[in-house]
């Protein structure tokens, strides 16, 4: 779902935060959706645990700005 969402997000954006790998996201959602046999889950678990937290902290700083 968010590496979907990602790629709906206005360039400008993606511009602004480019701490965040836009293409990265997306790319895993790729992967998960069409290469699904081949995901290591102990990085998607690493992931979701050291990544996404970070990531909703400034996906919650976006939608203050707004």
Do not use: F
């Amino acid at each position: 779902m968010i590496g979907e969402a990602t790629k709906n997000i206005p360039k400008t954006i993606r511009k602004k935060y480019t701490n965040i790998t836009w293409k990265n996201i997306a790319g895993m959602r790729d992967k998960l959706i069409h290469a699904y046999s081949e995901v290591d889950l102990r990085l998607i678990w690493m992931i979701i645990k050291q990544r996404l937290p970070g990531l909703k902290s400034i996906i919650e700083e976006l939608l203050h700005e707004k």
